[in-house]
Nanobody, 129 residues
């Protein structure tokens, strides 16, 4: 069984920080791209941070560039997302996904929610004063 478990959400004030973790089991995370997606109430999941497998490649939309940083620790089979200078509109449930890397994949492949092989249960981040 392929499993991902997110942790690290909680309540933070505006311009504060959260560090999210995504622990994998049942597969080797080294072989997978990692995507972080947010889902606000009544809306679909949207990708906002991705990292590829086998080479240094990341994707961030302009809205989070310079504030968010995605990384991985392959030895511990865990992905991370550091989020700084958080805004109230970034209150959401945050999900991590794992996408097995294929020969035709690019970093843009990992931005599409429909391509993921496994998802975590989500962790809630609330940005409020």
């Amino acid at each position: 069984q392929l499993q991902l478990v997110e942790s690290g959400g909680g309540l933070v004030q505006p311009v504060g920080s959260l560090r999210l973790s995504c622990a994998a089991s049942g597969f080797t995370l080294y072989d997978y791209a990692i995507g972080w997606f947010l889902q606000a109430p009544g809306k679909e999941r949207e990708g906002f941070a991705c990292i590829g497998s086998g080479y240094d490649a990341t994707y961030y939309p302009d809205s989070v560039k310079g504030r968010f940083a995605i990384s991985r620790d392959n030895a511990n089979n865990t992905g991370y997302l550091q989020m700084n200078s958080l805004k109230p509109e970034e209150t959401a449930v945050y999900y991590c996904g794992g996408r097995r890397w294929g020969d035709a994949d690019t970093i843009l492949t990992a931005t599409k929610k429909e391509v993921y092989d496994a998802w975590g249960q989500g962790t809630k981040g609330t940005v409020s004063s």
